[in-house]
């Protein structure tokens, strides 16, 4: 779970080749049709958010940065079981 789900959102994107710095992300509330928060892909992967005073955003910096050691990610393929049930449309 992500304190700055946005912000992370915008690092996914732009690592994973998905999306381009200028590209425009947008984030809406559920039922909602107007934009809660609006940015260039770029601009808020440069940013998280602190709530030391309230909630605002500051600059991002990477756990390495801050001496914390990067985890390795391990991924594994879930366990997939064979079936002979034909598609249910």
Wanted: hydrophobic letters at 45%; charged letters at 25%.
């Amino acid at each position: 779970m992500s304190r700055a789900p946005f912000c992370d959102g915008a690092r996914a994107l732009l690592a994973d080749g998905t999306a381009q710095a200028t590209d425009l992300l947008i984030m809406r509330h559920a039922g909602r049709e107007h934009a809660a928060l609006k940015a260039a892909v770029g601009v808020a992967a440069k940013l998280t958010v602190t709530e030391t005073g309230g909630p605002r955003f500051v600059n991002w910096v990477a756990p390495e940065a801050r001496g914390y050691k990067a985890a390795p990610v391990v991924m594994e393929r879930a366990p997939m079981r064979e079936t002979e049930d034909e598609a249910v449309p």
